[in-house]
């Protein structure tokens, strides 16, 4: 009973580093998402998906880029990191749009 | 100024007592209203889910939704040393929003025995 795995969940970088966030869920949800949680800030939106093969930007989408291949999974890119990257990024799925988000439990990213 | 904005506390209170958690938004297009509490180095996870004005009740847990004054709130009745956490207000447009959700900053609860 996974729910929303993400990998990997602890990651130190180099700036100009390039990575990417493997977002796995085993729900057949058809939705997903990437959050980026900041103290003081909540959880904002980077990128959305909301079906195998199309992606779309969220509030805060740049510097980083995504992929859904696979309804399973969505990828998440940086191309070259920086230290204002540093964060815990959520990824969350959803059934069809409405309802709850499940979220997987975080990849706490430092950018050096 | 930010789309729901959340009392950030952090709050501290004896076990027992009552806790209000408190929200505002300026969209009047939001329509869904969730509660979501979140435990140290963990995942968000749903706590209360409404979408009309008015109480929402689950044991201990009232959801509270004013949408003339765009203000929602989080009652929690005898709390306990476990409710410690960080509890975020969420909220959702519906129709052609793909569920995508506008959180609040976040209020830290502890409660101590």
């Known amino acids: 009973n996974a729910g929303v795995t993400q990998t990997p969940k602890f990651r130190v970088l180099k700036t100009g580093q390039s990575m990417t966030l493997l977002c796995a869920q085993d729900m057949n949800h058809e939705y997903m998402y990437w959050y980026r949680q900041d103290p003081g800030m909540g959880l904002r939106l980077i990128h959305y998906s909301v079906g195998e093969g199309t992606t779309a930007k969220g509030e805060v989408p740049d510097g980083y880029n995504v992929s859904r291949l696979k309804k399973q999974n969505f990828l998440l890119g940086l191309e070259s990191a920086a230290p204002s990257q540093t964060s815990v990024y959520f990824c969350a799925s959803n059934r069809d749009g409405t309802g709850e988000l499940f979220f997987g439990e975080g990849s706490r990213l430092t950018v050096l | 100024q930010k789309e729901v904005e959340q009392d950030p506390g952090p709050l501290s209170v004896p076990e027992g007592a009552i806790v209000s958690l408190n929200c505002t938004y300026s969209n009047s297009a939001f329509q869904y209203f969730m509660w979501y509490r979140q435990y140290s180095r963990k995942g968000p996870e749903l706590l209360m889910y409404?979408?009309?004005?008015g109480n929402k009740e689950d044991g201990r847990f009232t959801a509270q939704v004013d949408k003339s004054s765009k203000y929602i709130s989080l009652f929690i009745r005898d709390s306990q040393p476990s409710d410690s956490a960080t509890y975020l207000c969420a909220i959702n447009a519906g129709g052609t929003s793909y569920g995508k959700l506008t959180f609040g900053q976040g209020t830290i609860l502890t409660v101590h025995p």
């Open positions: 409404t979408y009309s004005s």
